[in-house]
Nanobody
Framework: QVQVTESGGGLVQAGGSLRLSCTVT????????MAWFRQAPGKEREGISC??????RTWYADFVKGRFTISRDKNTVFLQMDSLKPEDSAQYYC??????????????????WGQGTQVTVST
């Protein structure tokens, strides 16, 4: 059984930083993409960043480029969030894909999801 567990959310002032972590266990294979998504109240879930499997390729949404950094250590993926803005406030989700590669914020192939961790950025 695959489990996806996020941690690291919280309350931070605008301009501050947070680091999210996500660990996946139980995957039947080693080469899979992992990604971060977020969903604010009343809005669609959107892709933020993803990290392909063995290729090590990364993708970022335009609205986080230069502020967020994704990294990965085997079955754990991290999201370093700097220069946070109030509009970054949302529930952040980690997901693991059935595919080895990811190229965008598309949710296709991301079969396994965590429960989410709340990020709140105050003014």
């Amino acid at each position: 059984q695959v489990q996806v567990t996020e941690s690291g959310g919280g309350l931070v002032q605008a301009g501050g930083s947070l680091r999210l972590s996500c660990t996946v266990t139980g995957m039947a294979f080693d080469n899979y993409a992992m990604a971060w998504f977020r969903q604010a109240p009343g809005k669609e879930r959107e892709g933020i960043s993803c990290f392909s499997g063995s290729a090590g390729r990364t993708w970022y949404a335009d609205f986080v480029k230069g502020r967020f950094t994704i990294s990965r250590d085997k079955n754990t993926v991290f999201l370093q969030m700097d220069s946070l803005k109030p509009e970054d406030s949302a529930q952040y989700y980690c997901a693991a894909s059935r595919y080895a590669h990811c190229y965008s914020g598309n949710r296709d192939g991301f079969d396994h999801w965590g429960q989410g961790t709340q990020v709140t950025v105050s003014t």
